[in-house]
């Protein structure tokens, strides 16, 4: 059988489904309420700017949030728009009928909704998250209307009658259920304002209640006090002059309202709302020393601001770090008109800028219901791509434009640049020509500037130094031959030099240890020689030093002064930094004696000569361990027994001198 209709919703069912699971964070409800709060005295204000309304001299819009630990009680007020007893009907005994949606659609063709926060209706009702009880105190700004006094118990069952307080705004009281009671606690509900609502644009205040009844209490007692003090003061004493004041009566009469009331929690005037011409760099590093709480300088920084096709503000800072201690992991705050949605939201900012530390402020985000989540990957995309551009442009800008500059931050900002180039190709794309590499002479080079310089001599390579102490032999060698090398010591560089192999398919990457240079060689030897020479070497070292894996190679190098040097190929030094940075099992970069490394042995030294000639000789086992030791530190630092064995041996041959 047929049949047609529309689906059904009972309110009794989905209303415990919105107050469970329409927030994944129950302290959320903070914001949803003073963001509420936002939206009614943005009405107002706007309805003020159309001639509608006639705001009053001098008048401070703001929102004030009550905490009372002793009843329980969190309430937030607003001196917004207000609601008539009709529109409190419309928008809070209705679900999802948003009063902010109804208010754009109104006005349409007089306002905007930039700055309206609210949209689905539903943030009011994340009260009930944390509340027994719900009450509103509401009056319309509207002339001759009524208060009206709205409760519910957090059922679908609501009570509305007139209320006795007609002060124009809203009122909300939330009576805390037992697992909330940590909402009515003061430096609880201060740190929820200061996470969400540290840059709502209208005054955000937070009274204690039951202190302010202490302190009301206390004067009531002082000023009792000093009525039964006159009282029995002698006429006498009462003629003449008046009083003189005591020092504290000076100071409280000195004292400005603003130094008696309380403080706002929160700045309205962003930095990143500004123009940027209009803010000066000590704002800028204040800004962020307050919102990151990090004291260290930041590099510099890019402000965002553009208006069309979407709305976008915000500043990006790159930090300065410690590559060799400090995680390069970022902070990116993300606001939706000045209310704080979520940090590093991946659909939005880069991948590679979560690296960096800034705040976004998007009012076209498309938000899911909570707030919490985006919808629309297509347009996400778009306010991504764009972030991309203005990041690569200053980067650009500034090589081109601040050379010395760009030079003297790359150290700094080239782990960020690099994760960049590997994880976005368009951004690679743009900063392709402004990659530089620091070579052996402190220098900075591009690639094709290096590899021009070293066409002659190493074609296409391209010799790296991972650790100047450790690999110092072979730097000093690439000196003397006139070689060059760049530095790459950033554990992003493997990566790196990985993916820019793969761009350049010509260009080999090697480390300054990986092989020996043909430039380092003098006369070779012939082919009867390399292979007598490697055999009995490799037998006699292999027999000495214990290790059966041991490769041995034979060259003829130029410094006669060089006995020995280990090198480890690029592809297992490579396969074993990509095991142990995905903690696998198996080799470690630094530990020679795995497969692929091979101890080059000079055949023109003279401690190499001996061993050869006498292979059965009473000091052939001690030199070849010894020369073993030497070439594995000049790239690492020997175990412990190694090292006592190395001293042992050392003082041995001292001896002999003797």
Not at 103 to 110: E, H, L, M, P, R
Not at 621 to 633: E, H, K, P, R
């Amino acid at each position: 059988m047929e049949k047609q209709g529309s689906l059904s919703i009972n309110s009794e069912n989905i209303f415990p489904i919105i107050k469970k699971w329409l927030y994944s964070d129950h302290d959320i409800f903070i914001r949803e309420l003073i963001s509420n709060g936002c939206d009614a005295i943005t009405k107002l204000h706007k309805l003020s700017l159309m001639g509608e309304y006639e705001e009053a001299e001098g008048e401070e819009y703001k929102i004030e949030v009550y905490a009372s630990a002793k009843d329980k009680t969190l309430t937030f007020v607003d001196n917004g728009i207000g609601m008539t007893a009709e529109e409190v009907d419309k928008y809070i005994n209705q679900i999802a009928f948003s009063g902010a949606t109804d208010f754009i659609n109104t006005y349409k063709d007089k306002t905007n909704e930039d700055q309206i926060i609210g949209h689905f209706g539903l943030g009011f009702y994340s009260a009930f998250m944390v509340a027994d009880k719900v009450t509103i105190e509401t009056c319309s700004y509207k002339k001759d209307a009524r208060p009206v006094f709205w409760e519910c118990d957090g059922g679908t069952e609501f009570t509305m009658s007139e209320s006795d307080d007609d002060t124009r705004g809203t009122a909300i009281t939330l009576y805390l259920n037992e697992e909330s009671f940590e909402f009515a606690n003061e430096y609880r509900v201060r740190e929820v304002i200061q996470k969400y609502c540290a840059f709502m644009p209208y005054n955000i205040y937070f009274i204690n209640e039951d202190k302010m009844e202490e302190e009301a209490a206390k004067k009531a007692a002082e000023d009792k006090k000093k009525v039964i003090e006159v009282d029995t003061t002698e006429e006498d004493d009462l003629v003449g002059d008046e009083p003189k004041k005591t020092d504290d009566a000076k100071e409280t009469e000195d004292e400005t309202p603003e130094d008696k009331g309380p403080k706002p929690l929160n700045d309205t005037h962003p930095l990143w709302m500004k123009n940027a011409k209009d803010c000066t760099e000590e704002e800028y590093i204040e800004f962020y020393q307050k919102v990151f709480l990090d004291f260290k300088k930041p590099l510099f920084w890019i402000h965002l601001n553009m208006d069309y096709p979407f709305n976008i503000k915000g500043i990006l800072y790159f930090p300065k770090v410690n590559t060799q201690y400090d995680q390069l992991e970022g902070t990116i705050k993300l606001y939706n008109n000045q209310v704080f949605i979520a940090d590093n939201i991946k659909e939005v900012i880069p991948e590679f800028l979560l690296l960096l530390k800034g705040v976004i402020d998007c009012p076209d985000l498309p938000l899911n219901v909570s707030r919490s989540a985006l919808q629309n990957d297509g347009f996400v995309k778009k306010i991504s791509d764009y972030i991309t551009k203005k990041v690569a442009d200053k980067l650009s800008g500034m090589c081109k434009t601040e050379k010395e500059e760009y030079e003297k931050y790359w150290d700094d900002i080239s782990p960020f640049i690099k994760f960049g180039c590997i994880r976005d190709e368009k951004f690679c794309e743009k900063m392709t020509d402004y990659m530089l590499f620091k070579n052996l002479e402190d220098k900075y080079v591009t690639l094709p500037e290096y590899l021009e310089a070293g066409k002659e001599k190493y074609e296409n390579k391209v010799f790296y130094v991972t650790d100047e102490q450790a690999q110092s032999q072979y730097i000093k060698m690439f000196k003397e031959e006139g070689m060059d090398a760049v530095y790459l010591t950033h554990n992003i560089d493997n990566a790196y030099i990985t993916h820019l192999e793969g761009k350049n398919e010509n260009v080999k990457f090697l480390r300054i240890d990986a092989d020996l240079s043909e430039n380092f060689v003098g006369e070779a030897l012939t082919e009867e020689q390399t292979k007598e020479y490697t055999e009995k070497l490799s037998e006699i070292f292999k027999k000495a030093t214990g290790k059966e894996k041991l490769t041995i190679k034979v060259e003829n190098l130029k410094n006669e002064a060089v006995s020995s040097m280990l090198t480890l190929s690029e592809e297992s030094r490579r396969m074993a930094e990509m095991m142990r940075m995905y903690s696998m099992p198996g080799m470690d970069p630094n530990m020679f004696g795995a497969e692929g490394e091979t101890l080059v042995l000079n055949a023109g030294n003279k401690l190499v000569k001996y061993v050869l000639e006498n292979p059965e000789g009473e000091h052939v086992n001690t030199i070849c361990c010894q020369l073993y030791d030497l070439a594995v530190l000049a790239n690492k630092p020997l175990s412990s027994e190694e090292m006592t064995a190395f001293v042992a041996r050392s003082n041995e041959i001292l001896g002999m001198l003797i």
